[in-house]
């Protein structure tokens, strides 16, 4: 039996493009109050905030630097004053980076660090209080096929998406005692600008298109029964079947 988003406060990360469009726009369909958090294109975020608004929803865009820890650190209360609750939160700001491992710079490093585990880290735990409220408090941390592999030129960001992975294993098993549920979604192929920066070699045939791994997303959300799913991987349609 699906559960109903109607109302559910969604916050989500990297919501100008790719997935987090896809994402917003499937939630606000179902009914769903949207946060954009975090981006600095206005344009983009604008354009998002427009497609969930002619979908009936109520949405919040909060742009700014998530690297900024004066912003980072606001912006769940901003986003609490704003709708009185958070149900749900979806980190999916990434950045990727495609260059061989003795050529990475340390403030690459620090960069993708920053960016794909530190932000995630930091909204998790400023989320947490008010999730502990909700009836349907639930984290998706999106992850990448490079965090169970390692490709080359892809030794920073394979690190970062590593890191990830292992603190949403860490973080699930601290919370799950208090209804709250912690997915990982792993996907491999995404057709997004992110992938054309991680894999130049991929030209969009046969790969994942954003609104498929939305409509992971709602199915994590919509199906709460006793069934907990942990961790999905994804791989597009030409890879051989268990190998993301």
């Given at each position: 039996?699906?559960?109903s988003l109607k109302d559910k406060v969604v916050v989500i990360t990297g919501g100008g493009?790719?997935?987090g469009r896809a994402t917003v726009k499937a939630l606000a369909m179902e009914g769903a109050k949207i946060a954009l958090c975090g981006g600095n294109n206005i344009e983009k975020l604008a354009k998002t905030a427009d497609i969930a608004k002619e979908c009936g929803a109520d949405v919040f865009v909060l742009p700014g630097n998530l690297t900024e820890s004066c912003f980072l650190n606001s912006c769940i209360e901003?986003?609490?004053n704003h709708f009185g609750q958070i149900d749900i939160l979806i980190n999916n700001a990434g950045i990727a980076l495609n260059k061989p491992f003795e050529e990475t710079t340390q403030e690459e490093l620090d960069n993708i660090f920053n960016i794909n585990v530190k932000v995630p880290f930091i909204l998790c735990q400023?989320?947490?209080p008010y999730l502990r409220k909700s009836g349907h408090a639930t984290i998706i941390n999106i992850s990448s096929v490079v965090g169970h592999k390692g490709y080359v030129n892809q030794a920073a960001y394979a690190a970062s998406k590593h890191a990830l992975l292992g603190f949403s294993k860490s973080l699930a098993n601290e919370v799950y005692t208090q209804n709250?549920?912690?997915?990982?979604?792993?996907p491999g192929g995404v057709y997004t600008d992110m992938v054309k920066i991680a894999r130049p070699d991929l030209t969009?045939?046969?790969m994942i298109k954003p609104e498929e791994i939305a409509d992971i997303i709602l199915f994590l959300l919509q199906n709460r029964g006793?069934?907990?799913i942990d961790e999905i991987c994804v791989h597009r349609v030409g890879k051989q079947p268990f190998d993301i």
């Amino acid at each position: 039996m699906k559960v109903s988003l109607k109302d559910k406060v969604v916050v989500i990360t990297g919501g100008g493009g790719g997935i987090g469009r896809a994402t917003v726009k499937a939630l606000a369909m179902e009914g769903a109050k949207i946060a954009l958090c975090g981006g600095n294109n206005i344009e983009k975020l604008a354009k998002t905030a427009d497609i969930a608004k002619e979908c009936g929803a109520d949405v919040f865009v909060l742009p700014g630097n998530l690297t900024e820890s004066c912003f980072l650190n606001s912006c769940i209360e901003k986003i609490v004053n704003h709708f009185g609750q958070i149900d749900i939160l979806i980190n999916n700001a990434g950045i990727a980076l495609n260059k061989p491992f003795e050529e990475t710079t340390q403030e690459e490093l620090d960069n993708i660090f920053n960016i794909n585990v530190k932000v995630p880290f930091i909204l998790c735990q400023k989320v947490l209080p008010y999730l502990r409220k909700s009836g349907h408090a639930t984290i998706i941390n999106i992850s990448s096929v490079v965090g169970h592999k390692g490709y080359v030129n892809q030794a920073a960001y394979a690190a970062s998406k590593h890191a990830l992975l292992g603190f949403s294993k860490s973080l699930a098993n601290e919370v799950y005692t208090q209804n709250i549920r912690v997915h990982t979604i792993c996907p491999g192929g995404v057709y997004t600008d992110m992938v054309k920066i991680a894999r130049p070699d991929l030209t969009g045939e046969d790969m994942i298109k954003p609104e498929e791994i939305a409509d992971i997303i709602l199915f994590l959300l919509q199906n709460r029964g006793n069934a907990v799913i942990d961790e999905i991987c994804v791989h597009r349609v030409g890879k051989q079947p268990f190998d993301i």
